[in-house]
């Protein structure tokens, strides 16, 4: 399978515990996005990576939101100390450089993150 | 900063009748993509839009750019029971950025068969 994967699929955590999730991209996108959806809303905007630098952070995103992607690959997402508001369906996107600047994007199935 | 407002949120709809989606942007938007979410799935590209008063056909689908490019539209002719999820609009996010993405709330297709 070829397309953006992202571990692990469901996550049920206890408030106030750290939760990690996975993204691995399509391999030639250099594009790493992501993005947060919540029932009944649209994805909403995070972070987006180009290569392994962090180019932008939603101001949306609390301290506690941090994201990375050491090599340029994989990227990880850890939300320390959950809260239930962070319940939410955690999507990952990449995009390629070839073309329009205005890239589609190529969607993960998603983390669904439940906090109690 | 910049809001994509769709609708309608949702719409029922007998097989074999239309659809239409419609999406407005409080600023001019450089381009429009539409992307369709199946039930428990994830998000999937359908089109971008760049050229003001742009249509563009897939299908049964026909997309639409404004001439103003502030608005868009998805338009379903004679609808299916595969056309069922939630359809979003997006455009490019404000404050210079042009890859990521803000996305309308979506409009939810539903078909009886």
């Known amino acids: 399978d070829t397309g953006v994967s992202q571990n692990p699929r469901h996550k049920i955590t206890k408030r106030g515990q750290n939760v990690t999730f996975r993204c691995d991209p399509i391999?030639?996108?250099?594009?790493l996005y992501w993005y947060r959806q919540t029932l009944g809303q649209g994805p909403e905007f995070l972070t987006y990576?180009?290569?392994?630098?962090?180019?932008?952070k939603s101001r949306l995103l609390s301290d506690r939101f941090s994201a990375e992607r050491p090599k340029g690959s994989f990227s990880t997402l850890e939300i320390q100390r959950t809260e239930q508001g962070d319940s939410a369906m955690y999507l990952c996107?990449?995009?390629?450089?070839?073309?329009?600047?205005?890239?589609?994007?190529?969607f993960g199935p998603g983390t669904r993150l439940t906090v109690l | 900063g910049q809001q994509v407002m769709q609708i309608p949120q949702y719409q029922h709809v007998q097989e074999g009748e239309d659809f239409t989606t419609y999406c407005n942007s409080s600023?001019?938007?450089?381009?429009i993509q539409w992307y369709k979410q199946r039930p428990g799935g994830h998000p999937v590209f359908l089109i971008q839009?760049?050229?003001?008063?742009e249509v563009k056909k897939q299908k049964r689908l026909t997309f639409q750019f404004g001439e103003a490019k502030k608005n868009s539209s998805l338009h379903i002719t004679a609808t299916q029971t595969t056309d069922v999820g939630t359809y979003f609009c997006?455009?490019?996010?404000?404050?210079?950025?042009?890859?990521?993405?803000?996305f309308g709330k979506g409009t939810l297709l539903t078909v009886n068969p």
């Open positions: 600023t001019t938007l450089s381009n």
């Open positions: 391999s030639e996108h250099n594009r």
């Open positions: 839009l760049v050229k003001s008063g």
């Open positions: 990576f180009q290569n392994e630098a962090q180019l932008e």
């Open positions: 997006a455009g490019p996010g404000s404050g210079g950025s042009n890859y990521k993405l803000t």
């Open positions: 996107a990449s995009s390629s450089p070839s073309g329009s600047s205005y890239n589609e994007q190529f």
